[in-house]
């Protein structure tokens, strides 16, 4: 069973950067497909972005397509979610999750309920 913790969240100004950690423990993360959810009050989680097991296929909602980047860091069992140009809608708590192990598990829709391990959670605001 793997373990994950976050870490990275603040507060920020609009088109200002922050990157999110998620360190792993118990487990290989290359053997996990991971993916970073967050849910902001009143609404739904939302998958935000997503990346395969053993593989460099990575995924983004279209909201944050173009300004989010996910990456592994395997040597270090961690992955970052890299947030360029944050507007107030992307305040919200950020989790990342990860489903396997398998070497061929892939994201495929991530839907959070296919995710078995969460972490507990780094909340970003980004506010001026």
């Known amino acids: 069973q793997v373990q994950l913790v976050e870490s990275g969240g603040g507060l920020v100004q609009p088109g200002e950067s922050l990157t999110l950690s998620c360190v792993a423990s118990g487990g290989t993360l290359e053997r996990y497909a991971i993916a970073w959810f967050r849910q902001a009050p009143g609404k739904e989680r939302e998958g935000v972005s997503c990346v395969d097991a053993a593989r460099p296929n990575s995924y983004y909602a279209l909201s944050v397509k173009g300004r989010f980047t996910i990456r592994r860091d395997n040597a270090k069992n961690t992955v970052h979610l890299e947030m360029n140009s944050l507007k107030p809608e992307d305040s919200a708590v950020y989790y990342c999750?990860?489903?396997?192990?398998?070497?061929?598990?892939?994201?495929?829709?991530?839907?959070?309920?296919?995710?078995?391990?969460w972490g507990q959670g780094t909340r970003v605001t980004v506010s001026s």
């Open positions: 999750a990860v489903k396997g192990p398998s070497l061929e598990m892939w994201c495929g829709s991530w839907r959070s309920s296919d995710f078995q391990e």
